[in-house]
T-cell receptor, first 113, second 112 residues
Framework: NAGVTQTPKFQVLKTGQSMTLQCAQD?????MYWYRQDPGMGLRLIYY???????DKGEVPNGYNVSRLNKREFSLRLESAAPSQTSVYFC????????????FGNGTRLTVT | DQQVKQNSPSLSVQEGRISILNCDYT??????FLWYKKYPAEGPTFLIS?????DKNEDGRFTVFLNKSAKHLSLHIVPSQPGDSAVYFC???????????FGKGTRLHILP
């Protein structure tokens, strides 16, 4: 039972490069989320998708775009990476949005030099 | 503006004693609260939740208390065990949208 799978696990980018972080869940959940974790800042919501076909901004959306490709997959794109985007990124899913617990992937550690 | 606050970055508790982790929130629209536990190099895992229609929820060694008038919740772990050493996050969501907002976390150390 895979749960939430994130790829890649690690990535190093140069400033200005672009990349897409992939996330897939196999629990038939409706809602999916992207968070970033930085030291002393906790988990901050970047974007979320309450259901297939919808996406909404979270607390820190600037510099990111998302795509809810289908019910299983929710990708996060950095168009022009900046050092401030160095972070650990977590994808999560929940059965039914805000009143269901989140299931998290194990994260992508991204370094932008 | 921080909507979910965990004001203690760290906490040390003797094994076998009670651990109490605190969380405050500012948004009166929040009506569902959750606690997550995180080990290094892993994603957070769900521990326990509470709806605003309750003031207490219990699951084994874990109990969450909610004081709506004070906009405060706490997680009690009794008795504390070595495997409880981790970072604990408080999270909240509300009627307005599907955002789930987290606090900054509290690192709990269980001392032998």
């Amino acid at each position: 039972n895979a749960g939430v799978t994130q790829t890649p696990k690690f990535q190093v980018l140069k400033t200005g490069q672009s990349m897409t972080l992939q996330c897939a869940q196999d629990m038939n959940h409706n809602s999916m989320y992207w968070y970033r974790q930085d030291p002393g800042m906790g988990l901050r919501l970047i974007y979320y998708s309450a259901s297939e076909g919808t996406t909404d901004k979270g607390e820190v959306p600037n510099g990111y775009n998302v795509s809810r490709l289908n019910k299983r997959e929710f990708s996060l794109r950095l168009e022009s990476a900046a050092p401030s985007q160095t972070s650990v990124y977590f994808c999560a899913s929940s059965e039914d949005g805000r009143y269901s617990p989140l299931h998290f992937g194990n994260g992508t550690r991204l370094t932008v030099t | 503006d921080q909507q979910v606050k965990q004001n203690s970055p760290s906490l040390s508790v003797q094994e076998g004693r009670i651990s109490i982790l605190n969380c405050d929130y500012t948004n009166s629209m929040f009506d569902y609260f959750l606690w997550y536990k995180k080990y290094p190099a892993e994603g957070p895992t769900f521990l326990i939740s509470i709806s605003s229609i309750k003031d207490k929820n219990e699951d084994g060694r874990f109990t969450v208390f909610l004081n709506k008038s004070a906009k405060h919740l706490s997680l009690h772990i009794v008795p504390s065990q070595p495997g409880d050493s981790a970072v604990y996050f408080c999270a909240a969501s509300g009627r307005r949208d599907d955002k789930i907002i987290f606090g900054k976390g509290t690192r709990l150390h269980i001392l032998p």
